[in-house]
Structure formats: C-alpha cells, structure tokens
C-alpha cells in the first residue's frame, strides 16, 4: 500500500483540481446531496486538503474535516485557521461518540482503504451517525479514467472561458498536472496489484445495505461521469 509519505507529495499538488470546473461541480453536487441546514454537525470522512469541507461550511454546516495525513490537514489549516480536523484513520475505531452527526460525507476515500476493511468504516461511520442522519459517499467506478475529467474541464473552460485564458491555464499549470497524473498512475498500480479497489455501482450498494443503511439512493454518475454518488440514511 502506498505510505503516508506518497500521501503528503500527492496533497502538495492536488488543489490544482480545483480549477477543473467538473471538480468544482462535483463538491456542489455532493453539497446539494448533503442537503445542508445552518448548525448541523457534518463530518467529512477523508476531507484530504479540505476543498469539500470549506464548501460545507459555506453553506451552514459546523464541519469537521478527518484524515490520516497531516500534511493535507495542514494544508486544509492554511485555507482556514478555524477549521476543525481530527487526525485519524477511518481503518479504525473513530474517536467520536454514537449518534454524533447529522450527516456524513466521504468522497474519493473509500476506494483506498482496503476491501477487508469497506465494511468495518461503513458501520463505523453507521455508528457515529444520528438516527435520520445522512450520508453521501462518492467512488470512481471501475472503468473510470482520470484523462476523461481532465478532458471535460478543458472543454468546460473553453466555452466558459475562451481559447487563450484556457491554454494560459493549461501552461501554467502543466507541471502540477504532470504530477497529478503521475501520482494517479501509482494508484493504479495499486489497483492492479489488488491492494485498493474502485467499487462499482452494485458494490457500493450492498456495503451500505450490509452496514445497516436504509433508504440507498440509486446510484448517480458524476465528476464527468468518472464518478458514482450514493447517499443513504441512518433508520432503525
């Protein structure tokens, strides 16, 4: 598996994502999924260098950002010096009491824990979420390519932006994206090597079901339909 220290050069580059407008839609999308009321308690399960949890506490929600690298929290504590984060591993017991949230988020994360331990992070995330609460997890499925959503966002810049701020942008970012897709191609390996597992839509379904959620969602396709979304929700 890819150690901590492969983590902390990955988060050094990775808010370069966030000037691919499919990026951009993606948090909205998981927002408006999250279904957001001023004061909630909201953890975000994996919040890397906080993008997602910035976008929540926008909109009302008194967030908590939790990974296990310290160095995208860091980098999330420079964004915002207020924020709250946790340091800890979603591979294990989560130091949050029963029925804490009132609604969950984990995006991109799940896939990169280990498959023995899907399971075990969902019912734990089950176990710190109030009754009625929520939650929204998003997966690239498993025939997602990391070009497509890079292809998407120069195409939705040149209709939003034109053809010279667009090229601009492409240069002046190109060596941040080269490490991008240079980091994503050891995660692949990974993939291969059957130490992580992108998690079709069936899949992500029965672990949900199998931790106790109820009121699955079908599963929606997005991040240029790289993507799969489902919520859920906490009924006994």
Not at 139 to 157: C, L, Q, R
């Amino acid at each position: 598996m890819l150690d901590s220290k492969f983590w902390a050069k990955y988060f050094k580059v990775y808010d370069i994502l966030n000037l691919l407008i499919p990026y951009q839609e993606l948090l909205g999308t998981i927002c408006e999924e999250l279904e957001i009321k001023p004061g909630e308690k909201i953890l975000e399960a994996g919040c890397g260098t906080g993008n997602l949890a910035l976008k929540i506490k926008e909109r009302g929600g008194e967030v908590i950002g939790l990974d296990n690298c310290q160095e995208a929290l860091d980098i999330y504590l420079k964004k915002d010096p207020t924020a709250k984060v946790v340091l800890a591993d979603l591979r294990e017991k989560l130091p949050f009491p029963d029925n804490y949230f009132d609604k969950i988020a984990c995006n991109n994360t799940l896939y990169i824990i280990p498959k023995e331990k899907h399971l075990e992070t969902l019912k734990e995330l089950y176990r710190i979420l109030k009754l009625d609460g929520k939650i929204v997890i998003v997966n690239p499925h498993e025939k997602n390519k990391i070009f497509k959503i890079y292809i998407a966002g120069i195409t939705a810049s040149l209709r939003k932006n034109g053809l010279i701020t667009t090229l601009r942008k492409i240069i002046q970012f190109l060596p941040d994206t080269i490490k991008i897709f240079y980091y994503n191609y050891f995660i692949d390996k990974e993939m291969r090597c059957g130490k992580y597992h992108f998690l079709n839509g069936k899949v992500q379904k029965e672990l949900l079901n199998s931790a106790g959620f109820k009121n699955i969602s079908d599963g929606k396709l997005i991040y240029a339909n790289q993507n799969i979304l489902f919520s859920a929700r906490k009924i006994l």
